[in-house]
């Protein structure tokens, strides 16, 4: 009987760690926290999910897709020249990507401006450290099912969308910075990307 009885509680211990293995294994890993209210919009997916296939070009017209990034953490920001918010967020974006150098922003202009003319936009607006992407075809807002600008996208190393912002965010408040290199330490959030 006492043999029987602590086979069983085995069993339970087992089946009992496994799912709180599977239940710890399936939250996400940066649920240290919300994120604080300078991104308030910043929507993190409970399972990441796969980007979409989508190319756009740099300013040399090479085309190039987000598998380019892999490997890497990756804020995509889409954006437009006539984005009032868009416009104004690109600062924050610079200081954000000097703040978090293993966070590569790629922004996306969805305008119909030449590469020239984005380039000379950028450094207008202090945004020069920004590289000049275009997807003047308007193929990520299809693909990522957007319907607003500015659209963020976070995404992990394994290339899968780990959060979502639409609108404007405060990306180089302090807080904001401290809460995305949590999220992008790699020992910490590669597993689940």
């Given at each position: 009987?006492?043999?029987?009885?602590?086979?069983?509680?085995?069993?339970?211990?087992?089946?009992?760690?496994?799912?709180?293995?599977?239940?710890?294994?399936?939250?996400?890993?940066?649920?240290?926290?919300?994120?604080?209210?300078?991104?308030?919009?910043?929507?993190?997916?409970?399972?990441?999910?796969?980007?979409?296939?989508?190319?756009?070009?740099?300013?040399?017209?090479?085309?190039?897709?987000?598998?380019s990034f892999r490997?890497?953490?990756?804020?995509?920001?889409?954006?437009?020249?006539?984005?009032?918010?868009?416009?104004?967020?690109?600062?924050?974006?610079?200081?954000?990507?000097?703040?978090?150098?293993?966070?590569?922003?790629?922004?996306?202009?969805?305008?119909?401006?030449?590469?020239?003319?984005?380039?000379?936009?950028?450094?207008?607006?202090?945004?020069?450290?920004?590289?000049?992407?275009?997807?003047?075809?308007?193929?990520?807002?299809?693909?990522?099912?957007?319907?607003?600008?500015?659209?963020?996208?976070?995404i992990g190393p394994?290339?899968?969308?780990?959060?979502?912002?639409?609108?404007?965010?405060?990306?180089?408040?302090?807080?904001?910075?401290?809460?995305?290199?949590?999220?992008?330490?790699?020992?910490?959030?590669?597993?689940?990307?």
């Amino acid at each position: 009987m006492r043999r029987h009885l602590l086979a069983i509680l085995a069993v339970v211990a087992v089946v009992a760690s496994a799912a709180a293995l599977y239940v710890i294994r399936a939250r996400p890993v940066h649920d240290a926290g919300h994120p604080p209210d300078a991104l308030a919009k910043l929507v993190f997916e409970a399972i990441p999910k796969n980007i979409p296939a989508v190319a756009f070009v740099d300013e040399k017209g090479r085309r190039l897709s987000l598998a380019s990034f892999r490997g890497r953490y990756v804020l995509l920001n889409l954006w437009a020249t006539w984005c009032a918010p868009c416009v104004r967020e690109l600062p924050a974006l610079v200081r954000l990507q000097r703040a978090l150098p293993r966070l590569t922003i790629v922004a996306v202009s969805e305008g119909h401006e030449s590469s020239a003319d984005t380039a000379a936009f950028l450094r207008s607006h202090g945004a020069t450290a920004l590289h000049v992407y275009l997807d003047s075809d308007h193929a990520f807002l299809q693909a990522m099912g957007a319907f607003g600008l500015p659209l963020s996208v976070l995404i992990g190393p394994r290339g899968r969308e780990r959060a979502r912002a639409l609108g404007p965010a405060e990306w180089d408040d302090p807080q904001a910075i401290a809460f995305l290199r949590a999220a992008t330490t790699t020992a910490v959030a590669a597993p689940a990307s």
